[in-house]
């Protein structure tokens, strides 16, 4: 379930990268899929739990996150 205390203005464009709270419920990820299609249904992101300042480097070259 959404605190909706939490929410904020979000302004998804394609491409985007949105870490979602670390105890965020899979069904909650879910719902925000759902949610994004509605208002923006062509836009392509990619939804993580954080932190992601916790991967390092070979953790996001396992996930196809490549960096130079």
Known sequence: M???DEVRALRVQDGDLLVVPHN???EGMH???EAL???Q???RVIIIRGP???LDI???NQ???YRA
């Open 58 to 60: 070979d953790a996001m």
């Open 37 to 39: 299609r509605h208002v």
């Open 52 to 54: 992601v300042e916790h």
């Open 2 to 4: 959404i605190d909706l």
């Open 24 to 26: 965020t419920e899979t």
């Open 63 to 65: 996930l196809g996150w």
């Open 41 to 43: 249904p062509d836009a």
């Open 31 to 33: 719902d925000l899929i």
